[in-house]
């Protein structure tokens, strides 16, 4: 579907995307996830049509979309400062591109009728100014006004971050399911990991201008290809040097004292299965530990450094500062890099 072919973007003498190479299979939940200033905005943008690749060229459908202009290239948009137009109605904001289009006044109706169904905007709200909705609902209108055009690919930038927690992962679901529903392809970009792991079919990690790695969520969580992917995507233990040393002692298996290794915290155990023979123990004091309701953080001094694991509790904290308890890991959790 979408294929971003050597893709250079320069502001003057700054390179903020270096040589990207890209493919977007259709009906994707595509997720561009990375932190502050790494190029997720600009590539999208890139798509869009909003900036010209200074290097590389971008196809849809094998169609060489690089000089082509924004409105010739139909991809709906969704930011996250709404961008609605603030004086007019929900509906006339909906309706927007299909005025444009010149559709038929009964056409435009139904359509707006249509795609305020699917995105829950309730009948009344149509007539009402978009200034008196709610953040969520502000949202629902831009989503719906992505949506009205029928468009074979929409990009979201952002689009979820001003509303609050609660109203966020309701509006994540919703546009899941109307992603399934309609078939639309959606590239996303989004800084929250969490967000990306639950929506994404693949997410691409930026860092810096550059791909780190490409993958399912669980691809880029359980197999993170660099430290900085590792890091970004949830929470990870450094192993140091002296429990490495006692890990490949006791586990009989060669681990090299020259690279750096990470655990995941919830990977960092208390206990084992029966019939575990892989596992390691470790001796470990609990230096403190931090309540967050369906599980709590422990902070462990093991071997002169420090380690975090999460445990599952039912609202009481199983240890308490300086506890003696055993640590167990498995080499075959153990992140390398
Ligand atoms: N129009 C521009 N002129 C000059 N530099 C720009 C321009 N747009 C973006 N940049 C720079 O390019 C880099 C990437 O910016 P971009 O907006 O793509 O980041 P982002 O990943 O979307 O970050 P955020 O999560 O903060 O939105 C940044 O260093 C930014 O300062
Ligand atoms: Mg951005």
Redesign the pocket.
Known sequence: MINFQDIQ?K??D?V??QNLNLFIKEGEFFT?L????????????TLVGF?NPTKGKITVDGEDITNTPIEKRQIGMVF?SYALFPTMSVYENIAFGLKVQKYKKEDIKKRVEEVAEVVDLKEDKLMKNVSELSGGQQQRVAIARALVLAPKIIVL??PLSNLDAKLRKQLRKELKKLQLEQGITMVY?T?DQEEALTLSDRVAV?NN?VVEQVGTPEEIYNQSKTEFVCNFIGEANSISTEIIDEISKKSGIKLDPAKKYYIRTEKLKTKVLNGDQQSVALQAKVVSKEFYGTYSLYKYEVMGSSLINIEKEDGNFQYSEGDDVTLFINPNDILQY
């Open positions: 973007v502001f003057d700054f903020a995307i561009f990375g932190p502050s200033g790494c190029g997720k905005t600009t590539t999208l943008r900036i996250q930038d952002e970009v800084h930026f201008g």
